[in-house]
């Protein structure tokens, strides 16, 4: 079965650094990885979509790579600013996960950012 | 273009009781999807319907039916509610069911069953 797990839990950064979130996933047999962000009380918003044949893909401040060998992604994000407050979520999509059609969550990156 | 709607945004049930979630998508997407988060649990995958007229359980679909009532719509329903299912409920749509297509989320319905 397929387990997602993501790393730190919380993380707390002055605003202007760069960081990097990190995603690891048990099997490597993955149709695609996604990574949301969620705001309090609020649903997910859908940042970057990986396929599983590529090895990254940016989106403005965003960057997201993916390792599939080794079941592994980050996500930098550059330049921090106190909007980017949120908790970052990770989910692949995974045969052993219930099939292309279903995600598998990890259970997020809490992350915010002091102004 | 309001995306993914679910009605309502909070709802409290007493044991026993029964109600049904809606869901809603503009975006012509053929899949949807219900899930469940709760804390420390992340998000799960109740049941989705990869095209109208179908619909599949996934991880977690214990004490819920669902309807594809129409391209549009998909509905998720509990018949008794129990405590075990307080959570917040998200809905989601993507163009096409596999592995291309992105999934886009509804803003959650929170549930609270006493």
């Known amino acids: 079965k397929q387990e997602v797990t993501q790393i730190p839990a919380a993380l707390s950064v002055p605003e202007g650094e760069n960081l990097v979130l990190n995603c690891s996933f048990t099997?490597?047999?993955?149709?695609?990885l996604q990574w949301f962000r969620q705001d309090p009380g609020k649903g997910l918003t859908s940042l970057l979509l990986?396929?599983?044949?590529?090895r990254e893909q940016t989106s403005g401040r965003l960057n997201a790579s993916l390792d599939k060998s080794s079941g592994r992604s980050t996500l930098y994000i550059a330049a921090s600013q106190p909007g980017d407050s949120a908790t970052y979520l990770c989910a692949v999509s995974s045969y052993s996960g219930g099939g292309a059609d279903g995600l598998t969550f990890g259970k997020g990156t809490h992350l915010i950012i002091q102004p | 273009n309001a995306g993914v709607t679910q009605t309502p945004k909070f709802q409290v049930l007493k044991t026993g009781q029964s109600m049904t979630l809606q869901c809603a998508q503009d975006?012509?997407?053929?899949?949807m999807y219900w899930y469940r988060q709760d804390p420390g649990m992340g998000l799960r995958l109740i049941y989705y319907s990869a095209s109208e007229g179908t619909t599949d359980k996934g991880e977690v679909p214990n004490g819920y039916n669902v309807s594809r009532l129409n391209k549009r719509e998909f509905s998720l329903r509990l018949e008794s509610a129990a405590p075990s299912q307080t959570s917040v409920y998200f809905c989601?749509?993507?163009?096409?069911?596999?592995?291309?297509?992105?999934?886009?989320f509804g803003p959650g319905t929170r549930l609270t069953v006493t």
């Open positions: 990986i396929q599983s044949s590529q």
């Open positions: 989601a749509s993507s163009e096409q069911a596999g592995s291309s297509y992105e999934q886009y």
């Open positions: 099997d490597s047999a993955i149709y695609n």
């Open positions: 975006m012509n997407h053929n899949s």
